[in-house]
């Protein structure tokens, strides 16, 4: 065992019988009670929401892992007797209740960190306000294309924990990484980190831009010049955490020549070292659209480059590589219009990367929970494409004011996502496109991005070609 797993693992055989509080029933909370009971610790599951019923959480447990379930209120005596803290990632930093534990200087993880100083092998870790599963997905089969033990984990969908416990020195771990998991690690270094772009999101959780950008630097914060960061030098978020990073920096830019990393020259990415240019591919020869996925591309290309991936592999992987489901994702074309899923765009930044994405008019579908985002750039990057707007969920006010004041005119509320679909097919004519980019989070109307995307796949698959 090198030095590093040695690092990584050290606090945890301390773990051994202890108790350890795990907050929140969702994927992460279960991988990490699952990861905890394994090396014998003694995991107690806790979620507040007290509509919850304990033989429902406990279905969702592995067969063979056990552990004590409390719902609604946390006992004060089970609080005192927890040794550490490991939160999901929906769970705020900054309540009372986690600050509770602080002041007894109970260590508080997140399920990044846990599975971090329990796995072995190397890591790359991405992170980015828009365009990480995109960039994971693309990290995850570029290197499974050279290295025969990969996982591709975290924010993606898969908890880092379920596969930390069976990683070997020769596992090359690929983590999507959110702000909400970076609040969270204290040792959590990975062998490549790379962040894609930062914009404003989550400012209902993270309250100033400071903070949001603060969470995702931490990706970086263990790293030495022995690592690796990729980073996008037209962000201005991005550029100023290069000029501290703590790890050797590698950049990409789609709007300008670099003399060291990777650009856009017209419709070629292209990779400038040590003074010398080489043209690697043309961007039409990849299956993705949309320049915020040449961003993509390139921050991938960089990072599996980083990780010691032959060129000729990466660009093949590349050249072949669909687009991940939600993400400006084509569905159906019916009646001559042309349906896109971009479900997974949450927030303004990333719906500025949808619309743009188009090249024809549109009818776009936006709105939905308000995470105290501002509407004028996307709106702005409208320019023109967007011949009908309809709008849903508990921003479409909000969001119609602001259009309003950028001269948008035709606009559309819709009291439920049925209803917008049926008002763009009312809108949308033969060589139009109708874009589902919301620029909103999901809840209120649905569980996650991915329900509100397979409802629209559906509707769209409902639909009859014109006889």
């Not at 970076?182 to 930062?198: G, H, K, Q, Y």
Request: net charge negative; with cysteine.
């Amino acid at each position: 065992m090198n030095n590093k797993s040695t690092d990584r693992i050290h606090d945890i055989e301390a773990l051994h019988g202890r108790k350890v509080l795990v907050v929140g029933s969702g994927l992460s909370g279960v991988g990490a009670v699952e990861a905890l009971y394994h090396i014998g610790a003694v995991p107690i599951l806790f979620d507040a929401n007290d509509k919850l019923k304990a033989e429902e959480v406990r279905e969702r447990f592995p067969q063979g892992v056990e552990a004590e379930i409390m719902l609604g209120v946390l006992t004060e005596e089970a609080a005192e007797a927890v040794r550490l803290v490991v939160l999901s990632p929906g769970v705020p930093t900054d309540t009372e209740f986690v600050e509770s534990f602080r002041r007894r200087n109970i260590p508080v993880w997140g399920e990044i960190e846990l599975a971090y100083r329990l796995g072995k092998g190397r890591v790359v870790g991405i992170t980015g306000t828009n365009g990480k599963t995109t960039t994971t997905s693309l990290v995850g089969e570029i290197i499974s294309a050279w290295y025969s033990d990969v996982d591709v984990v975290g924010n993606i969908g898969n908890p880092y924990t379920k596969t930390a416990l069976d990683s070997t020195e020769d596992t090359v771990t690929v983590a999507e990484i959110s702000s909400f998991q970076l609040e969270t690690v204290e040792r959590f270094c990975p062998d490549v980190s790379a962040i894609l772009n930062i914009t404003p999101d989550h400012l209902n959780r993270h309250h100033t831009m400071e903070n949001y950008a603060a969470a995702k630097e931490a990706v970086t914060m263990n790293q030495t010049k022995e690592h690796t960061c990729v980073l996008n030098y037209e962000n201005s978020y991005t550029k100023a955490i290069g000029e501290r990073c703590p790890a050797k920096v590698v950049w990409f830019s789609s709007m300008r020549r670099l003399d060291e990393g990777f650009y856009l020259d017209g419709d070629e990415i292209c990779q400038a070292k040590d003074g010398v240019a080489t043209s690697l591919m043309n961007i039409h020869d990849m299956n993705l659209v949309g320049m915020c996925n040449v961003e993509n591309v390139m921050a991938a290309i960089a990072i599996a480059q980083a990780m010691g991936v032959p060129m000729e592999t990466i660009l093949a992987v590349v050249k072949r590589f669909k687009a991940v489901e939600h993400r400006i994702e084509f569905v159906a074309s019916k009646r001559g219009v042309d349906y896109y899923n971009d479900s997974k765009g949450t927030n303004p930044d990333a719906a500025i990367q949808g619309i743009r994405a188009m090249n024809r008019p549109t009818v776009l579908i936006g709105g939905g929970y308000d995470k105290q985002s501002e509407y004028d750039e996307w709106i702005e990057a409208f320019d023109g494409k967007v011949k009908c707007l309809v709008l849903i969920g508990q921003t479409r006010e909000k969001i119609a004011e602001c259009a309003r004041r950028h001269g948008v005119e035709n606009i559309v509320l819709a009291d439920s996502f049925e209803e917008a679909f049926r008002v763009c097919t009312e809108q949308a004519k033969e060589g139009d496109a109708v874009l589902l980019s919301p620029a909103c989070a999901s809840w209120g109307m649905f569980p996650n991005y991915e329900a509100r995307g397979n409802l629209f796949k559906e509707l769209v698959y409902g639909l009859e070609e014109a006889e």
